[in-house]
């Protein structure tokens, strides 16, 4: 069952419809409800190896929808720690808790100053207004 | 509707074969023979043509009704075409005839050639590549044997691509080994040539535009991205997936393109959309004639063509033979029946275009508010955000008015987007039935939302689950899961099965 619309206030924002929760020098990451809701139920979450180096701004996976084949845009730059498997799985967890069992990549930071450029509620709901 | 093998019956035949009689065993090993009879089915004549025919009404095309597939150009496809492509010297050439006796279709390829070139403002043409897509692969073929050949050819790497393009243009990319290179559209539906602009230099290899853009928009400032790109020593390709907007109006050569692909199935009226044969034949620049595929198409004498492979520097061949011929029949003969009035039907698929987008632009949105070409993208956003309908409700819904849903959900950069390319076949009577489907499913979105998520209502197959469709895609019939459908050859079902 599809979440309703939601955006927590804890989270960093980038304008490609991402967020990231920070926690110390790692960072949980996923795409906002906004993403998951344009998309439609999610048929397919490719996702980068674990080792591997993902960069701020840059497409780090992709998520497939039966719409349309998107990528996945990383807020943040840093090693990819761990891969949500549940959503390899099964990847409408994606349309069902975008921001609870439907993360995407857990990673180490590289560069936490980035954390600055990233959007807060506020500024992402600017975003979302102007779309 | 039942399977065929759902009708079989053992033992019933369409038709009565002697067994042939003091005939030698064929010589087939052991080990190639089946252990059974292939698994047909079993029916009278009667049922196999009744079967086929039923079938046949659960198809929808150009020949049962209005087709506003955006960005297909799903045109009428006249009848005259196919009368001609099966006259004998067409229908009956063996590809490996030689030349003396294939002069009248090495001519109408020439012919084709001559007039592929006009149309699109360039000198020289090639017919093989199959489809638009092998067109573009094969134009960028051309793009690196040309570099090559300058000796830029490890220095020019990229290939900038807008983002409204048709999702071959980066798959084209990736495939002949260009790294892409994305650039945004601006707020009028152009290329961002300020973002354009930082993006190409002396490692740029090319552009590959679509113009009118997959928006139906003509880019207002396409003299200036010439600039840019020649004055950077990369060259230019044209999509010509949009052409039926500008035939006979304006040319892609005089744009600045080098190079263009053009979707013969689409503009020049060979039929569609049922899985080919297409025809994406290729014009070039004079610089980059060289490398074309082999064979060309040549004019040898007053009288006589042929076909030379004396080409040093050619990329080879893209595809067997000289290409998909009868396509080529079907597109002359369409060319040849507007003649110089060609210009006539890219103004009338043109005000068609912008005929409908007049009537509907205020039930739905507009992004883009401009006259636009051959074609206009809506977007159903609003009846999303108020009635929770999107444009796969919309869609679908259409097709229980007896219409074929518009292209959705692309491009990319209009969110709930409805592709609308009418063509210039239809009638105003037509257009307008159209209109008032469109207008009366806006009205249904407000009054009754679930009529709409619901549809189709009308058609032999309901709303389809795409997502299980596409999660675990059933793609070929297997007896073991439809026991009940004919079951072995021999065995002998007592009563008719009931539909599945």
């Known amino acids: 069952m599809a979440a309703a619309e939601s955006y927590p206030e804890d989270l960093r924002y980038h304008p490609e419809h991402d967020w990231a929760r920070v926690d110390g020098d790692e960072a949980v990451l996923g795409i906002t409800w906004f993403a998951a809701d344009a998309l439609g139920e999610l048929v397919h979450f490719e996702p980068p190896t674990v080792g591997a180096t993902i960069a701020k701004d840059q497409p780090y996976g992709e998520v497939e929808s039966v719409k349309a084949v998107s990528d996945v845009i990383a807020p943040l730059s840093g090693e990819v720690l761990e891969v949500n498997a549940t959503v390899v799985d099964a990847p409408e967890t994606v349309n069902d808790d975008p921001y609870g069992n439907g993360w995407l990549v857990r990673i180490r930071l590289s560069d936490p100053s980035e954390l600055e450029a990233l959007l807060d509620l506020a500024a992402y709901q600017q975003v979302l207004a102007d779309q | 509707m039942k399977l065929i093998y759902e009708k079989s019956r053992p033992g019933r035949r369409a038709s009565a074969i002697p067994r042939p009689e003091g005939l030698p065993e064929p010589e087939i090993p052991e080990s190639l023979r089946r252990a059974e009879p292939p698994r047909l089915p079993e029916v009278p004549e009667f049922e196999l043509i009744r079967h086929f025919t039923e079938l046949s009404t659960r198809n929808f095309g150009v020949d049962t009704g ?79 044997a040309y570099f090559d050949d300058r000796g830029e050819g490890a220095q020019r790497r990229k290939v900038v691509i807008p983002d409204t393009a048709h999702g071959t243009n980066p798959a084209s990319v990736t495939m002949a080994g260009y790294e892409l290179t994305p650039v945004k559209t601006d707020p009028r539906g152009n290329i961002d040539v300020e973002d354009l602009r930082g993006k190409v230099d002396e490692h740029t290899a090319a552009l590959m535009l679509t113009n009118p853009s997959t928006l139906g928009l003509f880019d207002e400032n396409i003299e200036e991205i010439e600039r840019i790109f020649h004055g950077a020593g990369a060259l230019m390709y044209y999509d010509g997936a949009n052409l039926n907007a500008v035939c006979g109006i304006s040319r892609p050569g005089d744009m600045g393109f080098d190079i263009v692909h053009i979707n013969l199935h689409k503009t020049f009226s060979q039929p569609h959309g049922g899985g080919g044969p297409g025809g994406g034949p290729i014009a070039v620049r004079k610089m980059l004639e060289p490398f074309l595929p082999v064979p060309a198409v040549v004019r040898r004498g007053e009288d006589e063509f042929g076909l030379d492979y004396d080409r040093p520097q050619t990329i080879g061949k893209v595809r067997g033979f000289t290409g998909p011929f009868g396509v080529f029949v079907r597109s002359y003969a369409y060319m040849r029946m507007y003649g110089p009035r060609l210009r006539e039907m890219s103004e009338t698929a043109v005000l068609n275009a912008n005929y409908l987008r007049a009537r509907l632009q205020d039930a739905y949105e507009l992004p883009y508010d401009r006259l636009c070409m051959h074609e206009f993208v809506l977007s159903a956003r609003g009846l999303k955000r108020e009635h929770g309908v999107t444009a796969l409700d919309v869609a679908k819904r259409l097709m229980d008015f007896g219409y074929h849903p518009p292209t959705i959900y692309f491009p990319l950069v209009v969110p709930e987007a409805l592709m609308i390319e009418p063509t210039e076949t239809e009638t105003k009577e037509t257009l307008d039935a159209f209109c008032e489907a469109m207008l009366a499913i806006a009205r249904e979105a407000a009054g009754s939302p679930e009529t709409l998520k619901e549809a189709p209502h009308h058609r032999p197959v309901k709303r389809l689950d795409e997502v299980r469709a596409a999660k675990t895609p059933v793609v070929k019939y297997e007896f073991e899961r439809h026991p009940e459908a004919g079951g072995e050859p021999s065995a002998v079902a007592a009563e008719a099965p009931k539909g599945v």
Request: charged share 20%; hydrophobic share 40%.
């Open chain 2, 66 to 144: 209005f087709y506003p597939l955006g960005s297909c150009t799903m045109k009428y496809n006249p009848r005259i075409n196919e009368r001609l492509v099966t006259l004998p010297g067409f229908a009956s050439l063996h590809p490996l005839q030689e030349e003396d006796g294939a002069q009248g279709a090495l001519e109408l390829m020439w012919r084709l050639q001559e007039i592929l070139a006009e149309v699109t403002g360039l000198d020289a043409v090639s017919l093989q590549p199959a489809a638009g897509s092998q067109g573009e692969l094969t134009g960028l073929m051309l793009v690196r």
